[in-house]
C-alpha cells in the first residue's frame, strides 16, 4: 500500500455540529477538492497496475479507479466500547459485525467521492455541490451532496461507504455505474 495523507474530514459527526460549524465544514470541504484529487492520484499511481490512470475528471476513468477504490478497502476491530454503544438500545440480536471500516478507507471513501462528483458537475448541466440540511434525523444530514434538477441530491461519498462495505462482502465497485445513477438523479448529461 502506497503512502497516503488521509483526509480530515473524516469522522466528522454531522448531528453534533451547530451551523456555524456545518458552514464551516461545506466550506473546508469544497476548498479541498482539489488538493484531495491530487493526492488520491498519487495514491492510485503509487500502486502497482494503476500507474496509468489518470484523474482526467471523465466517466472512463472511474472503471479502473474503482478497481483501484475496492482492493484498499479495509476494516479494523471494533472496540468492546463500540459494540457496547451499538448493541445497548437494541431489543433483539441483528447480528452487529465486530468490525468497522478503517479510518483510511473512510477517507478514502471521502477522496474518491469527491472525485466522482467532480466529474457529474462537468458533465451534468446546472448542478453543484450542496449541504444537504434539514431533519438531523436524515442519514445524508451535513454531508456533501451533488444537487441539480433531477430527482434528488446525490452524497458521493456516502455512495462510496456503501461501495465500501459491499466490497468487504467481495462484491466489486462498480463507478460507471454508480456515476450514471447520480447523473439519473442530479438531471440530465449534456
Not at 86 to 102: A, I, Y
Not at 157 to 176: K, Q
Request: glycine letters at 8%.
Amino acid at each position: 500500500m502506497s503512502h497516503y495523507q488521509h483526509n480530515d474530514l473524516v469522522g466528522t459527526v454531522f448531528q453534533d455540529l451547530d451551523k456555524p460549524q456545518l458552514k464551516a465544514y461545506a466550506a473546508k470541504f469544497l476548498r479541498d477538492i482539489p488538493f484531495r484529487i491530487q493526492v488520491l492520484a498519487h495514491a492510485v499511481a503509487s500502486t502497482p497496475m494503476y500507474a496509468s490512470w489518470s484523474p482526467d475528471l471523465t466517466p472512463d476513468s472511474l472503471a479502473l479507479l474503482g478497481n483501484w477504490y475496492r482492493g484498499q478497502v479495509a476494516i479494523r476491530p471494533r472496540s468492546a466500547e463500540e459494540m457496547a454503544k451499538l448493541t445497548s438500545g437494541l431489543r433483539f440480536d441483528m447480528g452487529v459485525p465486530d468490525w468497522e471500516l478503517s479510518d483510511r478507507t473512510f477517507s478514502l471513501a471521502i477522496d474518491v467521492g469527491m472525485y466522482l462528483g467532480e466529474i457529474v458537475l462537468r458533465i451534468v448541466p446546472d448542478t453543484r455541490w450542496k449541504q444537504i440540511l434539514g431533519s438531523k434525523n436524515n442519514i445524508l444530514f451535513g454531508q456533501m451532496a451533488v444537487s441539480g434538477t433531477g430527482k434528488r441530491p446525490v452524497a458521493p461519498a456516502h455512495a462510496m461507504v456503501i461501495h465500501a462495505y459491499h466490497a468487504v462482502d467481495g462484491n466489486e465497485v462498480d463507478l460507471r455505474r454508480t456515476y450514471a445513477g447520480c447523473v439519473e438523479r442530479t438531471g440530465n448529461a449534456r
